[in-house]
Structure formats: structure tokens, C-alpha cells
């Protein structure tokens, strides 16, 4: 009797953080068309003549809007398999052992810790993987050469590469298709240019995101690279007359965006520019843009 290779079977949380995209490619289903981060097929569920299966390989989920059903990799499987959870997962396991379990670097690093990571080596960023990572998130490579080195690390005595984004204390964030953490010690990062207003951004991918949508505009800039470091910013941030928050639409954005305003009335929410969206980076994928005028902000008299 064949033995259960059941302790092998990948997580739903490995699983999950699997590229959908790439998943759909290794069953032979390829997109019609791609928009930004978004990528159209004819549905792999249903018949149909115009492409109405959606993937957001930024969000890394999937939605038939013939079905008006979506999610997950593991809630597609399940579908199109027509199995259990389990079944889909000995499945995945059994067709894609060396993606998940040889090759980590391709997974999401859901739960490590900044303490584990330690920095090797740091570059100029050239890698072929980190650019496209960079397009398809619609940052071009020459502005984020301004901002971002290719950064080599360890976890666990296994080594790895990713887009590296230096805070004022020599951490860095660390991003890459499969990867999200960061490096000890963990900051904020401060671009002092001069200027009288600031903006401040959650992370780097939406500090970048700004400068594709309105390269030309003067202001400093303050990236918190997590909202835990808003306190500690303030003694930077409070420092200009204005102050223009570029958080999240979410609740943990909204909230600190919220409390900040009720501090002083020099911050100012600009959320509502990409309102319908996560982040500014998500209105940057779905091909949106900012015109100057959307940026002036009324007059307060003194």
C-alpha cells in the first residue's frame, strides 16, 4: 500500500499565496488580455465568447463576473476541480512539490519576523525578476533605481533577493513577487528636499506610485513603512505647515488618517483621490491618474 505523503501536502496558507496567474498558466490557461495588474481570460469555469474571468495579480485574487464568484487559490481550485479543500490540496501537493516546498523564495513569507532576516549584500538593482516586479506594478525601473537597491539576504541560512528600500536607521523594507518583510532595525524614511509641505505615504510602493502619477510637484516626503511609526513621525511631520496623508482605504488606514486630523488641522486626508481603491498603487495598476488641480487644497484663512 502507497504511503500517505500527507506531511508534505502544502499549507492553505502556502497555497493561497501562490501566484493565480501562474497557476492558471501551468493548467494551459493563458490571458486574452492585461490591463495594469489585471488579467482577462475567457472563463475557465463556464463557456463563454468575451473574457469576463478576472485575476488582480496585485491583490492576488480572482473573480468570474459571469458567476459573480471569486477569491482565493484555494476557493478556484475547489471549483474547478470540484473537490474538497483537502483534495485540492494533496492535488496542488502532488503537481507542484518543487514550487512550494524546493523553492520557498516563491511563496509569501506570511509570518517571518524582521529579527530572522539578515542583509548580505546589497546593489544596484539589476535583476530581471525585481524589474518585472516593478512593472507590473507600473513603477519604472529608472525611477525606482532612485529609490530602491537590490538587496540580498538570509533567512534560516537560506538565501534570497529582493527590491530593498532603506528607513532613516539603516533597516530596509524588502519586497518581491513571493516576498514581503523586513530588515532590524525597523524606521521611517525622511526625504528632506526644502520644502514647506510633506507627504506622507504608508509604504514605498505608494510613495513611488505618486511620484508615476505627478512627477513634476516640490514637497518632501515621509514613508512610515508601517503605521506603528506614525507617534514617532509626528515630531518630523509636524514640523511643516502642511501635511498631506496618502493612507490606505482601509480601516487601519482611515483610522490613523482620522487621528491625525485631529491633531492639528495641517494634516489633510488626500484618501479620496483614489477612494474606490486600496492604495494609491492600486489606482496607479488600474491605469488611473492625478492632475494638479486635484491637488490644490482650499484656502483656510488665517
Known amino acids: ?41 475567457l472563463s475557465p469555469l463556464r463557456m463563454e465568447r468575451t473574457a469576463s474571468f478576472k485575476v ?68 544596484p538593482l ?24 537590490e538587496v540580498n539576504f538570509e533567512i534560516s541560512g537560506k538565501a534570497y533577493f529582493a527590491l530593498g528600500f532603506a528607513n532613516q536607521s539603516g533597516g530596509y523594507e524588502l519586497r518581491s513577487k513571493y516576498y514581503k518583510g523586513s530588515s532590524t532595525p525597523k524606521d521611517f524614511t525622511y526625504l528632506n528636499y526644502g520644502n514647506r509641505k510633506i507627504r506622507a505615504f504608508e509604504g514605498f510602493f ?23 511609526f506614525f507617534e514617532r513621525a509626528r515630531v518630523t511631520l509636524e514640523t511643516y505647515s502642511a501635511i498631506e496623508l496618502f493612507f490606505d482605504n482601509d480601516a487601519s488606514g482611515q ?9 492639528s488641522d495641517r494634516y489633510v486626508d488626500r484618501s479620496a483621490l483614489y477612494l474606490s481603491y486600496k492604495d494609491l ?4 495598476c488600474a491605469g488611473k491618474k492625478i492632475y494638479s488641480h486635484d491637488l490644490v487644497l482650499p484656502f483656510k484663512p488665517p
Open 255 to 263: 483610522k490613523c488618517s482620522r487621528y491625525a486630523i485631529s491633531l
Open 126 to 149: 539589476y535583476h530581471p525578476a525585481l524589474i518585472s516586479f516593478l512593472l507590473s506594478r507600473r513603477i519604472p525601473t529608472e525611477l525606482a533605481t532612485k529609490y530602491c537597491q
Open 56 to 123: 488582480n495579480q496585485r491583490m492576488n485574487r480572482w473573480f468570474d463576473f459571469g458567476l459573480g464568484q471569486g477569491g482565493n487559490l484555494v476557493d478556484f481550485g475547489i471549483t474547478y476541480f470540484q473537490c474538497t479543500v483537502k483534495e485540492f490540496l494533496q492535488r496542488f501537493g502532488e503537481t507542484n512539490q518543487t514550487k512550494y516546498s524546493e523553492s520557498p523564495e516563491r511563496l509569501l513569507f506570511k509570518n517571518t519576523t524582521f529579527e530572522s532576516v539578515a542583509i548580505s549584500a546589497k546593489k
Open 281 to 284: 498603487n492600486d489606482y496607479l
Open 1 to 41: 500500500m502507497k504511503k500517505n505523503n500527507k506531511e508534505h501536502w502544502p499549507s492553505c496558507e502556502q497555497v493561497k499565496a501562490y501566484d493565480i496567474v501562474e497557476y492558471l498558466q501551468s493548467l494551459g490557461i493563458r490571458a486574452v488580455r492585461q490591463k495594469g495588474c489585471d488579467h482577462w481570460y
Open 206 to 228: 505608494d510613495f513611488m506610485s505618486f511620484l508615476v502619477l505627478f512627477p513634476t510637484l516640490d514637497s518632501d516626503f515621509l514613508i512610515l513603512n508601517s503605521l506603528s
